[in-house]
């Protein structure tokens, strides 16, 4: 069964600190596909990264990085020198690529994040 | 940039009423989904419709429930009957490709059952 665990329910963190959100899923697929999004208080969803299966290379892009392991099943999301900006609710996906899947995104249950000044 | 569009942005309906919830996806993408999320909670996926026809649906997206593509830009989300429980927000998504690209995703619809 296909299932997305985000156990941090919320974070608190200052600005300018460093701040990892964890993600671990659960597929027994051997090829999919996992995604951050992020949901600020305005209420739509960012789409932030997608990862293939085959790709374990850490992705950085500015002030975000993705440290994706297949071998604990956990593609965790860090935000280095953290800012107001960045708080919102921040959900990690899973979408399975094998036969028959038509592409749906398993969520997590989110982690809110709250950047304090 | 293109982008999904959703209409409207906001919808209070009576209980027993029915709405549709309305969306222009991307031109060229050919999968298209809705998922719901009830206030504070996560993300649901309802349903996926692909070559006019639904391709998958959830538990949730019971009998009361009905997608259609009317005139091959908008994509409908109809609910038949509306229950207290239905109160969320409702969102669109589509891609070109399955898994492989990005689901890109509307601003969603808040939908208020009282």
């Known amino acids: 069964a296909q299932k997305v665990t985000q156990a941090q329910t919320e974070i608190s963190v200052v600005e300018k600190e460093d701040v990892t959100l964890d993600c671990v899923y659960e597929t027994r697929d051997t090829t999919y596909y996992l995604f951050w999004y992020k949901q600020p208080p305005s209420g739509e969803l960012v789409f932030l990264i997608r990862r293939n299966s085959f790709d374990e290379q850490n992705e950085i892009s500015g002030r975000y990085s993705w440290n994706f392991q297949k071998s604990t099943s956990s593609f965790n999301f860090t935000i280095t020198a953290s800012q107001v900006v960045d708080s919102a609710v921040y959900f990690c996906?899973?979408?399975?690529?094998?036969?028959?899947?038509?592409?749906?995104?398993?969520f997590g249950q989110g982690t809110t994040l709250q950047v304090k000044p | 940039e293109p982008e999904v569009t959703q209409t409207p942005s906001h919808q209070v309906t009576q209980m027993g009423q029915e709405v549709i919830l309305r969306c222009v996806p991307i031109?060229?993408?050919?999968?298209f989904y809705w998922y719901r999320q009830i206030l504070g909670q996560k993300v649901e996926f309802l349903v996926s419709?692909?070559?006019?026809?639904?391709?998958?649906k959830s538990e949730i997206f019971d009998d009361q429930f009905s997608v259609e593509r009317p005139d091959g830009s908008n994509f409908t989300l109809k609910i038949r009957s509306t229950k207290l429980e239905d109160s969320a927000m409702y969102f669109c998504?589509?891609?070109?490709?399955?898994?492989?690209?990005?689901?890109?995703f509307g601003p969603g619809t808040r939908l208020t059952v009282t």
């Open positions: 031109s060229n993408h050919l999968y």
């Open positions: 996906a899973l979408s399975e690529a094998g036969s028959g899947n038509t592409g749906k995104l398993i």
């Open positions: 998504a589509s891609t070109r490709d399955r898994g492989h690209y990005e689901q890109y």
């Open positions: 419709f692909y070559n006019n026809e639904i391709s998958e």
